[in-house]
Each structure stands twice: as C-alpha cells, then as structure tokens.
C-alpha cells in the first residue's frame, strides 16, 4: 500500500474539512437546524478492515444509546467519479440514523411509516450534497475536474455495502469518519473513497503538486 507523509495526509484532512464544511452549510439550509461537520481522521484500509470498522463504529453507537435497540444495517448512498483519479464514493450513516435525518429534513408532522418510503430519496439528496462537496473541494484544490455519476442508494450489512460498490481485492479503501453535530443531534458517519493503486498513486500526485503551489518556490 502506498502511504501518505505526515504533510500529505494533513493536507487531506484539511481540505475535506473545506469541503465537509461546505456540505454543512447546504445541509442547514435543508433541516433548519445549524449543522457542523469535521473529518477527525482519515485512514486508509483494505475492504475487510473497512468493513470491521463500521461494524465496530455501528456497535459503538447502539451501546451509547443503550435501549433504543435499533438495526445492524447500514444505510449508503454511493457515486463514481472521473477525472483527477478514479473512485467510487460513499456516504454510510447507520440506518437508524438515516431515518433520524431524514425526520430532520421533512419534520414532525409526517408519520413514520411514510417516512420509511422517503428514505431513498432524502438520503441519494444528502449524500450529492455531502459527497459532491468534499469531491469538489478536491477538483477546486487540485485544479482538476472530477465528473460524478447519478447517486445509488443501498442499504445492508456493511460487508454488502462495500462489496455492491464492486470492490476489487486490490484496492483501497479511503475512510474519512465525519462527525455531523446537529443542535440537538450528533451523529457519526463515514465517507469512504475506493482507489485502485492507480487511483492512489494519482491522489499522492496530485496532494503533492498541492502542497509545492502552497508552498511556492523555493
């Protein structure tokens, strides 16, 4: 696996929280609520240990709310990119969660059996909005179009996400965890990016072309 220098990987962190942030400001708009997200950590993994961690994630979160029982599945909504490297992206939240937000974006006052049925919908809105601006982000900073492809929504295990993605077995998996803090919420999710070794290598290139405009000449 090739690997990020300290520098390279702060600067992907920093530039996914420009773009998070952008994403945060178009989701406030939708739920009426004031939304901040940041990217904590970006860790590069291969589709089973990727697969591991958000079971363990998913675990987490049912235990710090003991009681609500809930289900192991996972909500995600995928979209495949072009451009300065190629990767399938997606944004995973817990289905709970999903139907939390998705309560957030059509309010009180519709009954939760309709709710189920807009699920889709809201969640393919959410994961443009959320997926198109970290991606974004990358093309403005690397100066490099990236062109998406139509939102896919899928729900399962976490292992059936990764895998209806079609990941191969040779490549990687870029997982940024994002914490969404709501006014009254807090929810974690997780955006992952799937790069072949081409795709990582042109990600490295590109960070590094970067960091040599930030820095100017020497």
Sequence with gaps: MIALSELEHDALVEIFNIGVGQAAAAMSGIVNEEVTMSVPSITFLSRSDAAQLLEEAHRRDHLATA???GSERI???SQHYEGAFSTEALLMFPEDKSLEIVRLMVGE???LAELSGMEQEAMSEIGNIILNSCV???ANIFQHELHGSLPVYHVGSSDEILDATGTRADTVVMMLHIDFILEKHQIHGYVA???DVTALTDLKDQIDRYLQRAMGPH
């Design 75 to 77: 909500c995600g909504v």
């Design 109 to 111: 006052a519709v009954p």
């Design 136 to 138: 974004g982000t990358l």
């Design 193 to 195: 990016f799937i790069l």
């Design 67 to 69: 009681g609500h029982g």
